[in-house]
T-cell receptor
Framework: KAGVTQTPRYLIKTRGQQVTLSCSPISGHRSVSWYQQTPGQGLQFLFEYFSETQRNKGNFPGRFSGRQFSNSRSEMNVSTLELGDSALYLC???????????FGPGTRLTVT | DQQVKQNSPSLSVQEGRISILNCDYTNSMFDYFLWYKKYPAEGPTFLISISSIKDKNEDGRFTVFLNKSAKHLSLHIVPSQPGDSAVYFCAASFSGNTGKLIFGQGTTLQVKP
């Protein structure tokens, strides 16, 4: 089975711009979760989508949003980028009712 | 509020010896615990997990121990190998909430040949 894929792998944006990151889960996985990893805060949960519905949400501002498509692929969007949004954004997928999540390689976002 | 804590930022062990990575949690409602390993420039890789109804789970060289009364879990790697050098994260989840993991800050393990 192919693993979780994320595109793009690297991205450089300017403060104030917006960005969209994409995630394709493992085939058959309907749950997709997003995390932000920064050196100071570790891995922080952003949100989770299941069957095109947001099922869980972390403590991030409304500038962070996401969606999931009928094929379970997911996108996350960050609007009005700030310098502090520079981070590794990780996507993970899991099967229904399964706690174990499988991560993609991440998208490294740099905001200048 | 850090609900899952890994108080040791780093650990160094000799090849062939045991590595013990520790994790503490504060929320007694956590129901399931996981360990992940992360190499630079890669996403975390799932290693082993344990349900709160158990106190031990073993998979090859990896064993996770859970002490619910102490709100403490540990990962034992025996024997340690240089390829085990990575950052290890423990994570916890609430019952039925499979899509949200709460992670610790990570411990960097170095296994010296």
């Amino acid at each position: 089975k192919a693993g979780v894929t994320q595109t793009p792998r690297y991205l450089i944006k300017t403060r104030g711009q917006q960005v969209t990151l994409s995630c394709s889960p493992i085939s058959g996985h309907r749950s997709v979760s997003w995390y932000q990893q920064t050196p100071g805060q570790g891995l922080q949960f952003l949100f989770e989508y299941f069957s095109e519905t947001q099922r869980n949400k972390g403590n991030f501002p409304g500038r962070f949003s996401g969606r999931q498509f009928s094929n379970s692929r997911s996108e996350m969007n960050v609007s009005t980028l700030e310098l502090g949004d520079s981070a590794l954004y990780l996507c993970a997928s899991s099967g229904q009712g399964i706690y174990e999540q499988y991560f993609g390689p991440g998208t490294r976002l740099t905001v200048t | 509020d850090q609900q899952v804590k890994q108080n040791s930022p780093s650990l160094s062990v000799q090849e062939g010896r045991i590595s013990i990575l520790n994790c503490d949690y504060t929320n007694s409602m956590f129901d399931y615990f996981l360990w992940y390993k992360k190499y630079p420039a890669e996403g975390p890789t799932f290693l082993i997990s344990i349900s709160s109804i158990k106190d031990k789970n073993e998979d090859g060289r990896f064993t996770v121990f859970l002490n619910k009364s102490a709100k403490h879990l540990s990962l034992h790697i025996v024997p340690s190998q240089p390829g085990d050098s990575a950052v290890y994260f423990c994570a916890a989840s609430f019952s039925g909430n499979t899509g949200k993991l709460i992670f610790g800050q990570g411990t960097t393990l170095q296994v010296k040949p």
